[in-house]
């Protein structure tokens, strides 16, 4: 119970912010949700954004741009 550690943290609004203006990144990122299909109709999940979590949240949540620049602000 004596020993010292040491925690390192990030600010995650500063890490997402960090990352969203990293031009590495421009053309990799989807923001908007999508669903793709197979042949028989069966969705296929591959990544976040086209998952069903991501499809109910964009109901959810403000999709303006300048809504989110004042949220990472």
């Not at 031009?23 to 976040?48: A, N, Q, S, T, W």
Request: contains cysteine; negative net charge.
């Amino acid at each position: 119970m004596s020993d010292i550690h040491k925690v390192f943290f990030c600010d995650p609004r500063l890490v997402i912010y960090e990352i969203l203006t990293n031009p590495d990144f421009k053309d990799g990122m989807d923001f908007v949700p999508y669903h793709i299909f197979d042949e028989d109709g069966v969705c296929i999940y591959e990544h976040l954004m086209g998952s069903n979590w991501a499809w109910e949240q964009a109901v959810h949540f403000p999709t303006s741009l300048s809504y989110w620049l004042n949220v990472l602000a």
